[in-house]
């Protein structure tokens, strides 16, 4: 792709530069200066493991859930209720998974037959256990399902029909289910392990110790330097790389293009989905609700937080639309015909999907060590930017996905006849492949929007004066107890959520077949 | 390559068309991503001090002074390191004016290691000289205290021990949590009773406390004091050590908690209280705004602000003793006397002690 072809795909490279290259590259000199520490910390084995346990656990149980919804949100495509589905399905992501876990543990409160048994039996960190558990997959399951739909959406209604043809049994139907779905399945999977593995604040409110806990416990040692986080950090970071190459592999295979005609989704399935988002989801937040004993003054929490709101909203939009365009820019690379092009734009997506999943301690690290310098930090480390970019190294791997997403389902037919017609301009392939770019774009905007809005582990490393987030706020409140203000700022997170996911189904109505 | 569909034809993509929405946007984001600036007088305040106790204060000081403070806050989790650490790491390139810390130990190894610069305050003058730097690089005001906190439905009040010591006792065993000390107050307090108890009885006496502990059984918590006082209110443990506010919080929100104060002397041996342990305010040395910062400064060691913080839910106890006999249901009994240069000197040696015989992640 020729002359204006540049400006899309250099903009995204100018982003990822901003938000992973030089960040990882800062840190190599802080990390060669840095003398070795020493410093308290527990044991990194033993916390490692417990943090290997916990996410291969809730990984596995997400999965399970997730396969019928995820199911069913596949073949609904074409469906009436795909948008309302979808928006239902993106909601709980929005919300912080300790938010999750904390709306269930309010469920049982101090005079509750639950808490009364385990007070009872001496078995309270048990439940706590418990529910943190329940809170993680209640949280993590629609992450899954959304990895199943994509693959689901590829299988054709005629699979069903020939499998009933051939008077397959119900054995039969699920091995070629699993056959088919086991990508998105293990694609869910892992990202849901790599996302629970990096968790620190759900734990830390059920007072478990994990590794993210101990590396956010060193970071804060006036004695330790880069090197010593680092070189803590690097299982956690060797397991993240192992990961995305699995992510990547997954990705790069089978058949993906969307089904023609999907096969139909079933009454079982859409019941089921019913009864699992109604537990999980709209359960907690009403137990919530009933279980809360403090007054709700909306009038104050806006007075006292409406700046925080403001500044959560004002950020979350700024990086959706820089992300729009790194995902706008990535999809014309991959189409471009140079082969350097392409790959660079591999290495971009890789780089975007390696920071999304590394602890999010060392992403903080190397920010600072990028932005907090003289000369810099007038423009970018002192005000909101710094702010933008953190979002986008956290979850610029939306944007990398669906630009992969977009570029691998223009038919090849399509793609060759805008080459024999000479058409390959960067603005033939835009007109060309318009619904899914803008699909892609606006999709990665609301999502990137969406999920900077909860974001905490790098804001709070390197957030600017007078830039109050509403995360920290909600944070403190569940601290220190106070449930009306988690309540009224978690609402505020849920309507921005919605209104995000409804945005981001929206701008890819398009894109389904009828 | 030939030329493709001329741009004239292409309909409105991204810059092509409509120009002014694209330009309007561009603009917005480009004031965002600056930040706004102004002519406005201001001061950046980096505050670990509770969010919901520091707001009303800071915007009492915006509305008297005129003067806007940007604020940069701590997480509990994270309690007051994470911003002593931001503000070592930004020693070459300061960001911050004040700072407000609600506790002094860090302050200290801050003001050591050159973070802050001097400062005269003549409204800091008539508090007691343990609060005031002898340099004048940092000030105390509105303490805490170190306190036991308890679940009375399963510890009866003759049970509560009257000293540290007493939590070595073995009925207490597995029934006691602490916070992490690597965070918070927790730390501090150890150096304290490192360095009191080196002075009382001798050097082996506080290592002594904490083989009990460990014998004990205690429970360290990632989630700071306010986990030790949620833990002990959810019935995970049934006492902890913590700080006042955490408890007063807790009882504010209707849990089921009380809390003493235990000495580190046993009765009869003056100045052998609990801890109490001050808020503290610096001005960072190079920031932006020296100026402003005085004035902040000057405000935040005022009665006002002592006030508004003893009667917040915080409960601080005021370091000025005609402002704390209005406050006398939060007075500390015979608080302990200690050189706090020297606790914070002895804070790192004594957590690693502390994390060597009481982190039990080995255990099974």
């Not at chain 1, 905490?456 to 220190?480: C, D, E, K, S, T």
């Not at chain 2, 606790?343 to 015989?357: E, N, Q």
Request: hydrophobic share 55%.
């Amino acid at each position: 792709m020729r002359r204006s072809g540049w400006i899309l795909p250099a903009a995204a490279l100018a982003a990822w530069i901003a938000a992973v290259g030089y960040p990882a590259l800062a840190l190599v000199p802080a990390f060669v200066a840095a003398e070795p520490a020493k410093v308290a910390a527990r044991n990194a084995a033993s916390l490692f493991t417990t943090s290997f346990a916990w996410a291969l656990a809730v990984a596995i149980a997400a999965v399970a859930v997730a396969w019928v919804p995820g199911r069913l949100l596949g073949r609904s495509i074409s469906r009436r209720w795909y948008l309302p589905l979808s928006a239902l399905l993106l909601a709980p992501i929005c919300v912080p998974a300790y938010v999750v876990f904390y709306a269930w543990w309010q469920a049982w409160p101090a005079e509750s037959t639950v808490y009364r048994w385990a007070v009872e039996h001496d078995a309270i960190s048990m439940v706590k256990a418990a529910t943190l558990f329940l809170g993680l997959v209640c949280w993590s399951w629609p992450v899954a399902a959304w990895c199943v739909a994509g693959f689901a959406a590829a299988v054709p209604a005629h699979r069903d029909e020939l499998l009933r043809l051939d008077g397959a049994g119900p054995v039969r139907r699920l091995i070629e289910t699993a056959r088919n779905d086991w990508r998105g399945l293990a694609l869910g999977g892992l990202i849901v392990f790599l996302f629970v593995f990096n968790n620190t604040t759900s734990f830390d409110i059920a007072q478990i110790f994990t590794f993210g806990y101990e590396l956010r416990a060193l970071e804060n040692e006036l004695d330790a330097g880069v090197r010593a986080i680092m070189m803590a950090a690097a299982p956690a970071i060797a397991m993240a790389v192992v990961g995305v190459a699995a992510i990547w592999w997954l990705l790069g295979r089978g058949h993906t293009e969307l089904a023609t005609r999907p096969a139909a989704p079933t009454r079982a399935a859409l019941i089921v989905t019913a009864a699992i988002w109604l537990v999980s989801v709209a359960l907690p937040v009403v137990l919530f609700i009933v279980n809360l004993t403090a007054q709700v003054n909306v009038m104050t929490f806006t007075r006292l937080y409406g700046r925080d709101l403001a500044n959560t909203l004002a950020i979350a939009v700024a990086s959706g639309a820089v992300t729009a365009f790194v995902a706008v820019g990535l999809a014309a690379a991959w189409q471009d015909r140079r082969r350097w092009v392409r790959t660079l734009a591999d290495v971009q997506a890789i780089g975007w999907l390696v920071v999304a999943v590394v602890p999010a301690t060392t992403v903080g690290v190397a920010l600072e060590a990028a932005y907090n310098r003289p000369g810099l930090d007038a423009a970018l480390y002192t005000t909101p930017a710094i702010l933008v970019i953190g979002a986008l190294a956290r979850y610029g791997f939306i944007a990398a996905l669906l630009a992969r997403w977009v570029s691998m389902r223009e038919p090849q037919e399509l793609r060759d006849m805008r080459r024999l017609d000479g058409a390959d301009t960067f603005v033939a392939y835009v007109v060309a492949t318009w619904p899914r770019l803008v699909a892609a774009a606006g999709a990665s905007a609301a999502l990137v929007a969406v999920l900077s809005m909860s974001e905490l582990v790098v804001a709070a490393r390197v957030a600017p004066p007078g830039v109050p987030l509403i995360a920290g706020a909600i944070l403190n409140a569940v601290h220190y107890q106070r449930p009306d203000t988690v309540l009224l700022a978690v609402l505020f997170l849920v309507g921005f959520g919605l209104a995000g996911g409804i945005a981001a189904v929206t701008v890819f109505a398009p894109l389904r077949r009828r | 390559m030939s030329k493709g569909p001329g741009r004239k034809n292409t309909p409105g993509v991204f810059f092509a068309a409509k120009k002014t929405p694209g330009v309007l946007f561009l603009c917005l984001l480009a004031a965002l991503l600056t930040g706004c600036s102004s002519d406005e007088p201001r001061v950046v305040l980096y505050v670990s001090a509770d969010d919901h106790v520091a707001r009303p204060i800071i915007r009492a000081f915006e509305e008297q002074s005129g003067i806007r403070v940007d604020m940069v806050g701590d997480t509990e989790q994270k309690k007051t390191v994470g911003l002593v650490r931001r503000l070592l790491a930004e020693k070459d390139n300061p960001q911050a004016d004040v700072f407000w810390s609600s506790e002094v130990f860090n302050t200290i190894r801050l003001a050591d290691k050159g973070v802050f610069t001097e400062h005269a305050s003549g409204i800091a003058a008539d508090r007691p000289v343990e609060y005031r730097d002898p340099e004048r690089r940092w000030y105390g005001f509105a303490a805490r205290a170190r306190v036991i906190v308890y679940a009375p439905d399963r510890v009866a009040p003759d049970d509560v021990p009257r000293t540290w010591m007493g939590l070595t006792d073995s009925k207490f065993r597995g029934r006691i949590v602490m916070a992490d000390p690597r965070f918070g107050t927790t730390g501090g307090h150890l150096g304290a009773m490192k360095v009191y108890w080196a002075k009382l009885i001798g050097a082996f006496y506080y290592e002594a406390f904490l083989i009990g502990l460990a014998d004990n059984e205690v429970r360290l918590l990632p989630g700071g004091n306010a986990g030790v006082v949620r833990a002990v209110a959810d019935g995970e443990a049934d006492l902890g050590l913590t700080d006042t506010d955490d408890v007063w919080a807790a009882l504010n929100a209707g849990r089921r908690v009380r809390l003493i104060y235990p000495r580190h002397a046993v009765d009869g041996i003056s100045d052998g209280g609990t801890l109490l342990i001050p808020n503290t305010v610096a001005i960072v040395a190079g920031g932006p705004n020296p100026a402003q910062a005085s004035v902040l400064v000057d405000f935040l060691l005022s009665e006002q602000v002592e006030r508004m913080l003893a009667g917040s839910v915080s409960h601080n106890v005021p370091v000025r003793e005609a402002v704390a006999a209005d406050y006398a249901d939060y007075a500390v009994p015979d608080p302990l006397k200690v050189n706090l240069a020297r606790v914070a000197a002895a804070m790192p040696g004594a957590i690693d002690t502390a994390m060597r015989l009481l982190d039990r992640s080995d255990a099974p």
